[in-house]
């Protein structure tokens, strides 16, 4: 049997806490119901008996306290919400146990921006983590060592996994039942909670909003002359003289400033603007491609599909109104 210990993080959500307790819980059910022994013990943990979240709309009880707990098989680190680096600083009581638990052997996984306090520990240094896209840029900022993934939902590093977007983490946690006991039990959980099994990625849910708080003026002008203008032909070479700056130091401060080249953000703007065009669902495929500046369909096709992992037709069905 192994024991899940899921951790009440200051400024933790109660769907993740609950979530995770609900599906363990289930599975241990569905194996009772097979004629097996449960597999997982679950159990609540924290620093105090009653913890105060969700802006003090909710307590939560735990079952053991955290210096209770001497010996864990899988740590859960719940979504959090918040400011974040606060957060960090108000969970701190768990790291060492956390970095403990993970040299005797145990699992942790970081749902969603719970990595921020996973990532906190330095277990995750030199590792993957998948984190919600709309927070990928600061949590790289605040942890350099680590190697953010944007785009997946799941990743499985060493014992230590993370998933990306609030609710993604059901996803994880079908993903760790699978590594435990197989997919038939997993894919049971999926079709008795209706969690769609098959999703891998971010892609599809990503909005780009280019990032300008980087200080270099020079290129918060090329960003928003490209946001104003993407509908034409714009060049590297026009963008540098504009600027009155050489195009290999331009692109060079560009890439640092951003993480985009100069060609892949005149990309990002014209994708996200075709999507609010084929969310609208008025004008044909061939028109949005002709309106963001494309007139190549194979070549739009093939730059959609990349920052958003569906082509235009399957986007369009997915979200028009």
């Known amino acids: 049997m192994k024991h899940v210990s899921i951790l009440v993080l200051k400024g933790a959500t109660v769907s993740s806490i609950d979530g995770s307790l609900q599906i363990f ?25 009653n913890t105060s979240i969700g802006h003090g709309l909710y307590a939560v009880q735990a079952n053991r306290l955290l210096k209770e707990v001497t010996k864990s098989d899988l740590i859960i680190l719940p979504t959090v919400c918040g400011d974040f680096g606060k957060i960090v600083e108000q969970n701190k009581d768990y790291y060492d146990w956390i970095i403990d638990q993970y040299h005797r052997g145990a699992e942790v996984a970081g749902l969603c921006v719970g990595s921020y306090c996973l990532a906190a520990t330095g277990l995750l240094n030199g590792k993957q983590c998948a984190i919600h896209w709309a ?28 998933s990306g977007g609030g609710y993604s983490y059901l996803n994880l946690l079908l993903y760790i039942i699978e590594k435990h006991l ?51 032909k714009i060049s590297v070479d026009e963008l540098s003289e504009k600027n009155h ?62 920052y958003t992992g569906l082509s235009p037709i399957d986007y369009r069905n997915k979200y028009k109104a």
């Open 135 to 162: 927070s990928a840029e600061a949590f790289q900022q605040m942890y350099p060592a680590i190697h953010v993934i944007a785009d997946k939902i799941i990743t499985d590093d060493q014992a230590i996994y993370t």
């Open 245 to 306: 700056i050489g195009r290999r130091t331009f692109e060079r401060r560009f890439k640092k400033s951003t993480g985009n080249s100069i060609n892949e953000y005149i990309q990002r703007v014209r994708v996200e603007a075709a999507k609010r065009q084929l969310e609208a669902g008025r004008k044909t495929i061939n028109e949005v491609i002709y309106e963001v500046g494309y007139s190549d369909l194979n070549a739009f096709r093939s730059v959609f599909k990349k």
């Open 182 to 232: 197989g997919r038939e039990i997993s894919i049971l959980a999926s079709k008795m909670f209706q969690i769609d099994y098959e999703r891998k990625d971010q892609t599809p849910f990503a909005i780009f909003v280019g990032q300008k708080q980087h200080g270099d003026s020079t290129v918060v002008n090329a960003q928003e002359f490209i946001e104003a203008n993407y509908q034409e």
């Open 25 to 49: 819980s289930r599975v241990n059910d569905f194996l009772k119901h097979k004629g097996q022994e449960p597999f997982y013990r679950i159990e609540v943990i924290a620093t105090e008996h």
